[in-house]
T-cell receptor, first 109, second 112 residues
């Protein structure tokens, strides 16, 4: 079973920041937070991951709370191509990836 | 060049047939996976191989037999196909350490 809780769906206006929350209250000290997304009919795509510090790359930013019990994925300027299902995954890097239902993000023109 | 490739992209077949899906990765990764995504869109891991050795088998029926001829390939053979096997099958690979997984484009299997 997935160790995370995400809202089933969210909308975001094109050009605005999309903030996708994830709760992982049972995360253990050696588990990372990973984010993937799946655009319709395509294979899942890695976005970002972090352990306890905030992370940023060319796609997104990951903000992890100090207690590590929740995190937020931020897409700074959402485009229509960001419409996808976003998966928040918590795991040790040796563990298998377990996908939950994710958040279906709709970017609206 | 495609990092993780799968063939075929679409596969339509009759119940009871045997079919194979091929996966290749050119990333030099040690670990490869097969996932199944059914009509409800849940992605479930089926198998994981590390350096050609099976390390995860998630209670998949033994009609499914993965085969890894070398580190870059993980093929999935399915015997006696059933209607419930209809799904999209994704192959993935991962390097060592806390690295991300790279997924293939998927194979849509339809069993009639």
């Amino acid at each position: 079973d997935a160790k995370t809780t995400q809202p089933p769906s969210m909308d975001c206006a094109e050009g605005r920041a999309a903030n996708l929350p994830c709760n992982h209250s049972t995360i253990s000290g050696n588990e990372y937070v990973y984010w993937y997304r799946q655009i319709h009919s395509q294979g899942p795509q890695y976005i970002i991951h972090g352990l306890k510090n905030n992370e940023t790359n060319e796609m997104a930013s990951l903000i992890i709370t100090e207690d590590r019990k929740s995190s937020t994925l931020i897409l700074p300027h959402a485009t229509l191509r960001d419409t996808a299902v976003y998966y928040c995954i918590v795991k040790n890097f040796y563990d298998k990836v377990i996908f939950g239902p994710g958040t279906s993000l709709s970017v609206i023109p | 060049d495609t990092a993780v490739s799968q063939t075929p992209k679409y596969l339509v077949t009759q119940m009871g047939n045997d079919k194979s899906i091929k996966c290749e990765q050119n990333l030099g990764h040690d670990t490869m996976y097969w996932y199944k995504q059914d009509s409800k869109k849940f992605l479930k891991i089926m198998f994981s191989y590390n350096n050609k050795e099976l390390i995860i088998n998630e209670t998949v029926p033994n009609r499914f037999s993965p085969k890894s001829p070398d580190k870059a390939h993980l093929n999935l053979h399915i015997n006696s196909l059933e209607l419930g096997d209809s799904a999209v099958y994704f192959c993935a690979s991962r390097g060592s350490g806390p690295r991300e997984q790279f997924f293939g484009p998927g194979t849509r299997l339809t069993v009639l």
